[in-house]
T-cell receptor, first 115, second 109 residues
Framework: DAGVTQSPTHLIKTRGQHVTLRCSPI?????VSWYQQVLGQGPQFIFQ???????GRGNFPDRFSARQFPNYSSELNVNALLLGDSALYLC??????????????FGPGTRLTVT | KQEVTQIPAALSVPEGENLVLNCSFT??????LQWFRQDPGKGLTSLLL?????REQTSGRLNASLDKSSGRSTLYIAASQPGDSATYLC????????FGQGTTLQVKP
């Protein structure tokens, strides 16, 4: 079975631009979470979606938004990019919501560079 | 607010040594605790997951323990090899995964 997939693998954007990152969960998984990992730090929680509804949001500005589609795939959108948004963006899927014992499975990530 | 701390931040050992990586968390109300490995520029590879009702998990040369009452977890690596060189992250699951900053391990041949 395919694991969590993310696209694109790498992305270079200019300050002020908009970016959309995509994630496909493991088949059967209904929950998707997004994390940002800045170089040298541990991943930070951005959003969690379960059954197409937002179930959690981390301490990120409103420039960050996300949604989950009927097939449980998800998009993370970032507007008005700043240099500080350069990071590895990780997507994780799970059978159930975050408030559960189910393991989260991570995708390979999207490396975003803002110049 | 859950906080996860990993000590040490970096560790260098000769090949063959047994070693312990430490992870502490402030809120014992966790669903589980997970250890990951991350190679430079790469994503996360899950190593071990310990549910809150469990005390330890083992996989090959790796053993992870969990003590909720003291807010601590350890990852024990036996007979370390150069291929074990990577950053090791622990994450406590509350309503989301809270990660530590990681321990960067270098195993010298």
């Amino acid at each position: 079975d395919a694991g969590v997939t993310q696209s694109p693998t790498h992305l270079i954007k200019t300050r002020g631009q908009h970016v959309t990152l995509r994630c496909s969960p493991i088949s059967g998984h209904k929950s998707v979470s997004w994390y940002q990992q800045v170089l040298g730090q541990g991943p930070q929680f951005i959003f969690q979606y379960y059954e197409k509804e937002e179930r959690g949001r981390g301490n990120f500005p409103d420039r960050f938004s996300a949604r989950q589609f009927p097939n449980y795939s998800s998009e993370l959108n970032v507007n008005a990019l700043l240099l500080g948004d350069s990071a590895l963006y990780l997507c994780a899927s799970s059978l159930a919501g975050a408030a559960s014992y189910y393991e989260q499975y991570f995708g390979p990530g999207t490396r975003l560079t803002v110049t | 607010k859950q906080e996860v701390t990993q000590i040490p931040a970096a560790l260098s050992v000769p090949e063959g040594e047994n070693l312990v990586l430490n992870c502490s968390f402030t809120d014992s109300a966790i669903y589980n605790l997970q250890w990951f490995r991350q190679d430079p520029g790469k994503g996360l590879t899950s190593l071990l997951l310990i549910q809150s009702s469990q005390r330890e998990q083992t996989s090959g040369r790796l053993n992870a323990s969990l003590d909720k009452s003291s807010g601590r977890s350890t990852l024990y690596i036996a007979a370390s090899q150069p291929g074990d060189s990577a950053t090791y992250l622990c994450a406590a699951k509350t309503g989301k995964l809270i990660f530590g900053q990681g321990t960067t391990l270098q195993v010298k041949p």
